[in-house]
Nanobody, 124 residues
Framework: VQLQASGGGWVRAGGSLRLSCVVS????????VGWFRQESGKEREFVAS????????RYANSVKGRFTISRDNAKNTVYLQMDSLKPEDTAVYYC??????????????????WGQGTLVTVSS
């Protein structure tokens, strides 16, 4: 499985960005796909995930109500729509894939596949 993330950039607080993660290889319906983020000097943290087979989603409390994860089967792409962005959302965002949906928020060290990061900068 290969993951290609894009869509990062600079935005003012209160603004929006949409990240994309193109998934190739493997059998999509067997995987969950999610987003993590990592601020400089801090550990990588879970943001959101979606089950490709049934669309079930999960969010970190810090982004609930502001971020929306979705998938487009035809484009093999998972999106992270980020609204009402805050300066504390500034981080490098990574997409990831794993056959065990629960690993995203319980055992991220066991995640099988990672894409490259895309930088999101939110200014105050």
């Amino acid at each position: 499985v290969q993951l290609q993330a894009s869509g990062g950039g600079w935005v003012r607080a209160g603004g929006s960005l949409r990240l994309s993660c193109v998934v190739s290889g493997g059998t999509k319906r067997e995987y969950g796909v999610g987003w993590f983020r990592q601020e400089s000097g801090k550990e990588r943290e879970f943001v959101a995930s979606i089950s490709w087979s049934d669309g079930n989603t999960r969010y970190a409390n810090s982004v609930k109500g502001r971020f929306t994860i979705s998938r487009d089967n035809a484009k093999n792409t998972v999106y992270l729509q980020m609204d009402s962005l805050k300066p504390e959302d500034t981080a490098v965002y990574y997409c990831a894939a794993d056959p065990t949906f629960g690993n995203f928020w319980t055992r991220p060290s066991r995640i099988d596949y990672w894409g490259q990061g895309t930088l999101v900068t939110v200014s105050s």
